[in-house]
């Protein structure tokens, strides 16, 4: 079609369409609405623009009317089927969706990592000393770190 060989397209469609084509079976049927969307689709390209708006003011207000109408139900059935869905899933799981554990083993060992790591950071004058600088101050963020990452 973007070449401008469309009659000849729509020339070897007929041609095909009277001699090979029954219009009775469900193949048959697909070919004829195939070429039908062609038409339509060669047509809606190949409209001017004064065509197109006098094409699409043809909708009449009780057409949109009907129209919005049919999306807003639409809509209000899906929000109604996905709280049913909700409260399902609720019911199945008999509340438990809103009784999360606070201290779960993970949280307990972070909030001990990040606690020994504030303590460490409070002895740090005696950790240098012993130690020197950078292993306490490596092992202090590497704790903390640690602790934060489990606590979450």
């Not at 397209?9 to 039908?36: I, N, Q």
């Not at 303590?119 to 092992?139: D, E, H, N, R, W």
């Amino acid at each position: 079609m973007s070449h401008g060989n469309f009659l000849k397209v729509t020339d070897s469609l007929e041609k095909f369409e009277r001699d090979l084509v029954d219009r009775e079976t469900k193949e048959g049927k697909d070919f004829v609405a195939f070429k039908t969307k062609l038409y339509q689709m060669y047509e809606v390209k190949n409209r001017s623009v004064y065509e197109h708006q006098a094409y699409t003011m043809k909708m009449d207000r009780q057409s949109l009317d009907s129209l919005y109408g049919v999306t807003q139900n639409f809509v209000h059935e899906s929000a109604l089927v996905d709280r049913l869905d909700q409260a399902c899933d609720t019911g199945s799981l008999k509340g438990k969706v809103y009784q999360a554990e606070f201290l779960t083993p993970d949280r307990a060992l972070g909030l001990f990592s990040f606690t020994a790591s504030l303590i460490a950071f409070k002895k740090m004058t005696m950790l240098s000393l012993l130690l020197g600088p950078v292993v306490p101050v490596a092992g202090i963020v590497g704790t903390a770190i640690y602790g934060m990452g489990k606590f979450n």
